[in-house]
């Protein structure tokens, strides 16, 4: 991870999934759009059945992956998403799955 410079154009936002988002390859799903659209961060399952993501990259991608995860992958059934943007001095190269 870098540091990122005080100009810098990234938004970091913390997001929050709900629904019938586990065991749908939900994860997996997330990782290959975040990946089209060139984020960086990290996608994990929680314990309660959430499924939790930081998303850092220009606004106009993290808006269109928060779109993305209103729907998710064919199998998931998302309820809600909610999100809040996260300051940070990382910066991530890419997107993975933790």
Known sequence: MKHL??????????VFV????????FRAATVRQAH???????VRNLPD??????LQGP???VDQMLSWLLQGPPAARVT???????????????FEQV
């Open 49 to 54: 059945g959430r499924v939790e993501a930081l």
């Open 36 to 42: 089209l659209f060139k984020l960086g961060g990290w």
């Open 18 to 25: 709900e629904g019938k988002v586990q065991g749908v390859g």
């Open 59 to 61: 606004h106009a991608a």
């Open 80 to 94: 809600h998403v909610s999100h809040q943007e996260t300051r940070t001095e990382r910066h991530y190269d890419r």
């Open 5 to 14: 410079p005080d100009s810098h154009q990234l938004e970091t936002l913390s």
